[in-house]
C-alpha cells in the first residue's frame, strides 16, 4: 500500500509555532505529516523572552531553538517568507513570495506586534518597536551612548527595553501610564519597591503619566517625547513597549471570526470554525482571550500536535499566569491570583524597606488556603509556594511573612 502523507501548512516560525513543529515531529514516527513552515524574519525561531540578551553579547545562534532542522526530510521552513492570504475553499495558502501551498491542515502562529500608541510624531525616524531581532539591530544602529532614550510602556518588556538602552549606554527613562511598573504582575506596594530598586540602575521612571506628543529636531529625527502633564524629556531613540495586538489581519480576508478584543477566534483545542485550521500562541483568542506568554502558547502547541495525529488533544482550559523572572538584577515573582479578585480574599503582606523586598500572599477568606502572591527583591520562595497555590499555606509562607525567610 501507498502511504498517504498530509501538508500541514505553518503560518509563523516564533515560539508556539516552533513548539508545535517540535511536538508533532516528535510524535509522528509514521511520518503521517509532512510540514511546510512560513516565517517572516530572516532567522528560524528564537528565544524571544531572552531577547534582550542579544545586547548583551549574545547572538543570533546562540538565541536559536533547537528542534528539527535542515536534516528533517519532512520539514521545509521558508525564511522571510509570510501568508498573504488563505483560500479556504481551495486549501490553498498565498505567500508573500507570490507562491501558492496546498494544505490539509493550516495552524496561524502568527504572534503579535508591538502596540504603539497614535500620538503625533509615532513614525518619526528615531522610533522602534521591540519585538524582533530586526528591532534590536536598529535600536543598537541608532543608539547614542550617553544620550537619553525614552521607553514607552513600563510593563516587562518596558523595563527590558529600558535594559537594552542601558546597555547600549544610553540614559533610559521609562513612561508608563498606569500609577506604577509591571501594573499586571504586581501590586502599588511591590511596584513602589520595583521602582526605587530600578531607580538605583539609572533608569528614570515616570508612572501616571500618558504620552502626548514625540517631536522632530531640525533633522527630521525624534528629539523629544511630550508629556500629558505638560512636561518634556529629550530623547535621541524612542521605543514602544506598550503592549502587544495579535496578528490577525487574515481572518477578515479568510472569513475567519476574530476574538472581541482581536486574535482569531478559537475553543478550547484551539480550532477555528473551520475544521482544518487551528490558531496557536499570541494569535489566538482561546475562547475569546488572547495569552502573551510563551508558557500558554506552548499548551496549546501540544494540543493541536495531538489532535492532528489523533491523539486527542488537551483542552486549553484556565492560563497559568504566574511568572519568576529578573529584571535590572531585581527579582519578580506573581503567581495564582496576585491581585486577590477573589471574593473574601485575605491579603497579608512583608514590605522591608532596608532590604528593599516585598511579598504578599492572598489567602481565601478562612486564611487557610493559598491563592497567590507577589515577591519584589527575593523571589526564593517561589518554587516552593507556587505548587500550593489551591492548597494550605505551606511553611515557607509562615516563614516568608515573619521575615525568617
Same mark, same amino acid.
Given at each position: 500500500?501507498?502511504?498517504?502523507?498530509?501538508?500541514?501548512?505553518?503560518?509563523?516560525?516564533?515560539?508556539?509555532?516552533?513548539?508545535?513543529?517540535?511536538?508533532?515531529?516528535?510524535? =509522528?514516527?509514521?511520518?503521517?505529516?509532512?510540514?511546510?513552515?512560513?516565517?517572516?524574519?530572516?532567522?528560524?525561531?528564537?528565544?524571544?523572552?531572552?531577547?534582550?540578551?542579544?545586547?548583551? @553579547?549574545?547572538?543570533?545562534?546562540?538565541?536559536?531553538?533547537?528542534?528539527?532542522?535542515?536534516?528533517?526530510?519532512?520539514?521545509?521552513?521558508?525564511?522571510?517568507?509570510?501568508?498573504? #492570504?488563505?483560500? /479556504?475553499?481551495?486549501?490553498?495558502?498565498?505567500?508573500?513570495?507570490? =507562491?501558492?501551498?496546498?494544505?490539509?491542515?493550516?495552524?496561524?502562529?502568527?504572534?503579535?506586534?508591538?502596540?504603539?500608541?497614535?500620538?503625533?510624531?509615532?513614525?518619526?525616524?528615531?522610533?522602534?518597536?521591540?519585538?524582533?531581532?530586526?528591532?534590536?539591530? #536598529?535600536?543598537?544602529?541608532? $543608539?547614542?551612548?550617553? /544620550?537619553?532614550?525614552?521607553?514607552?510602556?513600563?510593563?516587562?518588556?518596558?523595563?527590558?527595553?529600558?535594559?537594552?538602552?542601558?546597555?547600549?549606554?544610553?540614559?533610559?527613562?521609562?513612561?508608563?501610564?498606569?500609577?506604577?511598573?509591571?501594573?499586571?504582575?504586581?501590586?502599588?506596594?511591590?511596584?513602589?519597591?520595583? @521602582?526605587?530598586?530600578?531607580?538605583?540602575?539609572?533608569? !528614570?521612571?515616570?508612572?501616571?503619566?500618558?504620552?502626548? $506628543?514625540?517631536?522632530?529636531?531640525?533633522?527630521?529625527?525624534?528629539?523629544?517625547?511630550?508629556?500629558?502633564?505638560?512636561?518634556?524629556?529629550?530623547?535621541?531613540?524612542?521605543?514602544?513597549?506598550?503592549?502587544? /495586538? %495579535?496578528?490577525?489581519?487574515?481572518?477578515? %480576508?479568510?472569513?475567519?471570526?476574530?476574538?472581541?478584543?482581536?486574535?482569531?477566534?478559537?475553543?478550547?483545542?484551539?480550532?477555528?470554525?473551520?475544521?482544518?485550521?487551528?490558531?496557536?500562541?499570541?494569535?489566538?483568542?482561546?475562547?475569546?482571550?488572547?495569552?502573551?506568554?510563551?508558557?500558554?502558547?506552548?499548551?496549546?502547541?501540544?494540543?493541536?500536535? !495531538?489532535?492532528?495525529?489523533?491523539?486527542?488533544?488537551?483542552?486549553?482550559?484556565?492560563?497559568?499566569?504566574?511568572?519568576?523572572?529578573?529584571?535590572?538584577?531585581?527579582?519578580?515573582?506573581?503567581?495564582? =491570583?496576585?491581585?486577590?479578585?477573589? #471574593?473574601?480574599?485575605?491579603?497579608?503582606? /512583608?514590605?522591608?524597606?532596608?532590604?528593599?523586598?516585598?511579598?504578599?500572599?492572598?489567602?481565601?477568606?478562612?486564611?487557610?488556603?493559598?491563592?497567590?502572591?507577589?515577591?519584589?527583591?527575593? $523571589?526564593? $520562595?517561589?518554587?516552593?509556594?507556587?505548587?500550593?497555590?489551591?492548597? @494550605?499555606?505551606?511553611?515557607?509562607?509562615?516563614?516568608?511573612?515573619?521575615?525568617?525567610?
Amino acid at each position: 500500500m501507498t502511504r498517504t502523507v498530509r501538508t500541514l501548512v505553518v503560518a509563523g516560525h516564533g515560539m508556539a509555532g516552533h513548539r508545535l513543529v517540535a511536538e508533532l515531529r516528535g510524535l =509522528d514516527a509514521a511520518g503521517a505529516w509532512r510540514v511546510v513552515v512560513l516565517g517572516e524574519e530572516p532567522h528560524p525561531a528564537y528565544d524571544r523572552v531572552a531577547l534582550s540578551s542579544y545586547l548583551d @553579547g549574545r547572538s543570533a545562534a546562540d538565541l536559536a531553538l533547537a528542534g528539527p532542522g535542515s536534516h528533517d526530510p519532512l520539514l521545509e521552513l521558508r525564511l522571510n517568507t509570510g501568508v498573504a #492570504a488563505v483560500d /479556504r475553499a481551495a486549501h490553498t495558502v498565498t505567500t508573500t513570495a507570490g =507562491d501558492v501551498v496546498a494544505y490539509d491542515a493550516l495552524v496561524l502562529a502568527t504572534g503579535s506586534r508591538p502596540f504603539v500608541p497614535p500620538v503625533p510624531g509615532h513614525d518619526l525616524p528615531g522610533c522602534f518597536g521591540y519585538r524582533s531581532l530586526g528591532d534590536l539591530d #536598529a535600536i543598537r544602529a541608532a $543608539a547614542v551612548p550617553g /544620550r537619553p532614550g525614552v521607553v514607552i510602556g513600563g510593563g516587562l518588556l518596558g523595563l527590558e527595553a529600558a535594559n537594552a538602552l542601558r546597555l547600549l549606554g544610553m540614559e533610559p527613562h521609562v513612561v508608563e501610564l498606569a500609577p506604577r511598573l509591571m501594573p499586571l504582575q504586581v501590586d502599588a506596594a511591590g511596584g513602589g519597591v520595583l @521602582g526605587l530598586r530600578v531607580a538605583r540602575r539609572g533608569l !528614570r521612571i515616570h508612572c501616571g503619566v500618558a504620552t502626548a $506628543a514625540i517631536t522632530a529636531g531640525p533633522d527630521g529625527r525624534v528629539a523629544s517625547v511630550v508629556l500629558a502633564d505638560g512636561s518634556s524629556l529629550a530623547a535621541d531613540v524612542v521605543v514602544f513597549s506598550a503592549g502587544v /495586538r %495579535p496578528r490577525d489581519e487574515l481572518a477578515g %480576508p479568510a472569513g475567519l471570526a476574530r476574538g472581541e478584543r482581536g486574535g482569531f477566534l478559537v475553543d478550547e483545542l484551539c480550532r477555528t470554525q473551520d475544521e482544518r485550521i487551528w490558531a496557536i500562541g499570541e494569535c489566538a483568542a482561546v475562547s475569546g482571550r488572547c495569552h502573551g506568554l510563551a508558557a500558554p502558547g506552548y499548551r496549546m502547541a501540544a494540543s493541536v500536535a !495531538r489532535q492532528l495525529l489523533g491523539l486527542g488533544g488537551e483542552p486549553f482550559g484556565e492560563a497559568d499566569l504566574s511568572t519568576k523572572l529578573k529584571l535590572l538584577g531585581v527579582e519578580v515573582a506573581s503567581f495564582g =491570583d496576585a491581585h486577590a479578585a477573589a #471574593a473574601g480574599a485575605v491579603e497579608l503582606s /512583608r514590605l522591608d524597606e532596608a532590604a528593599g523586598t516585598y511579598a504578599k500572599l492572598v489567602l481565601d477568606a478562612d486564611c487557610r488556603t493559598l491563592l497567590g502572591g507577589i515577591l519584589v527583591g527575593d $523571589a526564593r $520562595a517561589y518554587g516552593e509556594l507556587r505548587p500550593y497555590v489551591g492548597l @494550605g499555606l505551606p511553611a515557607a509562607g509562615h516563614r516568608l511573612l515573619a521575615g525568617t525567610a
